[in-house]
């Protein structure tokens, strides 16, 4: 007999993987955020990215918006979870190219270097509804809401326009229309 | 004015409200204002343990055995970090066990104080759901949604963490009345369509399979006679987990044995060759799956579970059912009653042949063992124990190992309740608090550990508490020096290298059992082992037995790692078997 040296078994096929952005609503209690996290984790889900605010201090619910990679099996299975979860009220996903959702990520650039390179930068801002913060005479901070590809791409270009420093957020969500997250 | 309670008196108000007679526990200095109040309220008697561990695990012997929450008192630091393997264990096994821990006082919380531990943290991913107190007017609504949370939906565990200053403090109480509303986390969420589809699947399969688990059990009595109903009205052949055992009567003609790693040869091989598999509260876990793509090719999957989460996790299905298993298979008897009154005769016939064909897999005998006169198979001493306690009411619980599996495979239950085993997170020194536990919830009832030596050492500490109240439990040790599952493994698939398997000086169980102030036994051959095992049974005491048996008997048969299903190994080889079994089928 072939040796399979464990009394695991072997594993199986491996599915396509998709990138799914999960909004999940909870009790704004201690502890909420590690337990979320902590299912990720300890079942070796991924976490791309995060974002987590309370939205209703009158009825104590924060929302978390979670960008995830996985086949669909574990996507299944990651809100099957989250729900099981005490504190968790509702969950949804959608795919990333979902076209009836929006979704932003905020980016603070600080750029330090002679006028020529930050109007360069800021130019280079201008799509991604550039607002500028801060300004000295070397210096000026940035802010930009994009796509996650694109501030990365933001980051990469600037680099070269005296890019310092670079603080960005999560993920959040939200549908087009009239319609909410069910 | 209403009277104002302490936070250790509102523990036990509502420990009353919830009907908790029994709890299992060991004081320190963070549970000592609930330690003192102990003595105002008689109707909650308190287990002295020697180990929080073993309160764990009494807590979860307790629950299953009786269906009713098992509670455990700790201390914090290292009081709840030793319950940490029976909570995690209670998890895996779905048990509804309330802990409560006890902790620095609020404002020591995070200072590194003695006897601190991030309890609810290290717990967090252990149970169903934790609560860290501070604040004692929300002690109260806490312990009842605990034990809400532990009991309804999959049952599991939980923790609440109090802090000793919040055990001192004062507030109203008010009697708690029991919620007939489930937690809107387990509600049953099936349709009566898919009650039909799943007739509809039945009525057209010809080669059809129940597959059972621990679901069943947790879904009380009445799932067990209900399932009983739907069998025999079917004429399906039926299979267990290691979970699931009692179920089902297990020495019925249609029960088929357990599945799984070692299940029997009629089991495995029905599971992969059936056209419908209805799982029924199971979770299709990879020591019954094997390797996964290729299980049961070509059935249609139906999943009855409670938990939504089960669905689709391991095995991807056709039908899943998501529903308490006893709702489940009342509303489709129901419906078969209403719809199909000759449902019975037309099937059997049309699985007949799907019969024959088990019957032959049967037929190979995949259990049988070459028994001897000189040692005692291990085996041979299980049988010998299910034969002689067979009538009376017995419960048994087990460690963790080959006498696990032995005792799964030779003990037939015909009871749920009856069967306490760890299986998910597979816990050495799981069964005698375990069984102690059991006891203490049947007080005049026979209970019997079936234990490997090197397990029962790992909480062997516990037959002091089994003196202490009593408890006449019985330790039946299959002992054979080694850690017999390690050693077989390391024949099998690591060349005979027997690294640390084997215990060079275990202690004499005997002179053991004397220290302890119960009984020792000793049974070294065949021949005096009935009447040893006789003697043990009218032992009133505590009995620890060792059994002395082959040292190097393997568990079979068995689904090597990586195999499916109809690749099973049988025993030690013997021709008959060589003749039989055909092309993948691999022996040893």
Not at chain 2, 121 to 130: A, E
Not at chain 2, 386 to 407: N, R, S
């Amino acid at each position: 007999m072939s040796k399979a040296k464990s009394a695991y078994s072997i594993p199986g096929k491996k599915g396509k993987l998709d990138t799914h952005i999960i909004v999940v609503w909870v009790d704004n209690e201690a502890g909420v955020l590690a337990r979320v996290v902590g299912l990720f984790s300890g079942r070796g889900y991924n976490i791309e990215s995060l974002a987590v605010a309370e939205v209703d201090p009158k009825l104590n619910i924060s929302r978390i918006t979670i960008v995830t990679t996985g086949t669909p099996q574990v996507i299944e299975q990651i809100k099957l979870q989250l729900k099981k979860l005490v504190p968790v009220h509702k969950v949804a996903n959608f795919m990333r190219n979902d076209k009836k959702v929006i979704f932003k990520e905020m980016a603070l650039f600080k750029v330090v270097g002679n006028d020529l390179k930050r109007k360069k930068a800021l130019n280079a801002c201008k799509k991604y509804n550039a607002v500028i913060l801060d300004k000295t005479k070397k210096s000026c901070v940035i802010q930009i809401t994009a796509l996650r590809r694109e501030i990365d791409l933001m980051a990469k270009n600037l680099k070269k326009l005296g890019l310092v420093s670079l603080s960005r957020t999560g993920a959040v969500a939200m549908t087009r229309g009239a319609d909410t997250f069910r | 004015m209403s009277k104002l309670y302490s936070g250790a008196e509102i523990v036990f108000k509502c420990l009353e409200d919830q009907g908790v007679d029994t709890i299992f526990g060991y004081p320190g200095g963070a549970v000592l204002p609930i330690y003192d109040e102990l003595k105002n309220f008689s109707s909650v008697k308190h287990f002295l343990v020697r180990h929080e561990q073993g309160a764990g695990h009494a807590a979860e012997g307790y629950a299953r055995s009786s269906g009713k929450p098992g509670v455990a008192l700790v201390t914090s630091g290292p009081g709840a970090t030793n319950i940490v393997t029976a909570l995690t264990d209670a998890y895996m096994d779905s048990v509804p066990i309330v802990c409560i821990s006890g902790q620095v006082p609020t404002h020591l919380i995070g200072t590194d104080a003695f006897q601190e531990a991030d309890t609810t943290g290290i717990t967090r991913p252990c149970t169903k759901h934790n609560w860290l107190v501070k604040d004692v007017k929300n002690l109260a609504k806490t312990i009842h949604r605990a034990f809400e949370v532990a009991t309804t939906g999959r049952p599991g565990p939980v923790l609440i963490d109090i802090p000793k200053d919040v055990q001192f403090q004062k507030t109203n109480y008010t009697k708690y009345k029991k919620l007939k509303k489930l937690n809107g986390k387990a509600k049953n969420n099936f349709s009566q369509s898919e009650i039909d589809e799943l007739i509809k699947l039945m009525s057209n399969s010809s080669k059809p399979i129940f597959y059972t688990g621990g679901g069943v059990i947790n879904s009380g009595p009445k799932a067990s006679a209900l399932l009983r109903e739907l069998v025999y009205a079917t004429g399906f052949p039926i299979t267990s987990t290691l979970q699931g055992l009692g179920a089902f009567p297990g020495n019925d003609n249609q029960f088929v044995g357990m599945l799984g790693m070692h299940g029997t040869y009629e089991a495995n091989n029905a599971m992969h060759d059936c056209d419908l598999m209805i799982n029924v509260g199971a979770r299709f876990d990879d020591r019954i799956t094997g390797k996964i793509d290729e299980f049961s090719p070509k059935s249609k999957k139906v999943h009855i579970d409670i938990d939504p989460s089960s669905i689709n996790k391991n095995v991807k299905v056709d039908l899943p059912i998501i529903g308490d298993v006893s709702e489940v298979i009342n509303a489709t008897l129901r419906s078969i009653k209403k719809k199909k009154l000759n449902f019975t005769k037309s099937n059997k016939q049309k699985i007949s042949k799907w019969w024959e064909k088990i019957e032959k897999w049967r037929s190979i005998r995949s259990l049988d063992y070459i028994n001897s006169e000189e040692t005692i198979k291990p085996q041979y001493a299980v049988q010998r124990l299910y034969e002689l306690t067979k009538d009376k009411d017995t419960f048994i619980t087990t460690e963790v190992g080959q006498h696990q599996m032995w005792a799964a495979q030779h003990y037939k239950f015909d009871k749920p309740n009856r069967w306490m085993t760890s299986g998910g997170l597979g816990t050495m020194g799981y069964g005698l608090p375990a069984a102690i536990g059991v006891q203490v919830a049947h007080p005049n009832k026979l209970v019997i550990d079936i234990a490997g030596e090197a397990s029962v050492l790992m909480t062997m500490q516990e037959m002091s508490t089994a003196v202490q109240y009593s408890l006449p439990i019985k330790i039946f040790i299959l002992n054979n020096e080694y850690m017999g599952m390690v050693r077989q493994w390391q024949e099998l698939l690591h060349d005979k290298n027997y690294s640390e398997s084997y215990t060079a000086a275990l202690p004499d169980f005997v002179k053991l059992a004397e220290a302890y102030g119960c009984v020792g036994m000793k049974a070294t051959t065949p021949e005096e082992l009935d009447d040893k095992i006789i003697e043990m049974l009218n032992t009133e005491r505590p009995v620890i037995f060792d059994c002395r048996v082959d040292k190097v008997e393997n568990c079979f048969p068995m689904i090597p790692s990586g195999k499916p299903h109809n690749q099973m190994l049988l025993g030690p080889s013997d021709k008959k078997e060589k003749k039989i079994t055909g092309k993948g089928k691999i022996l040893v």
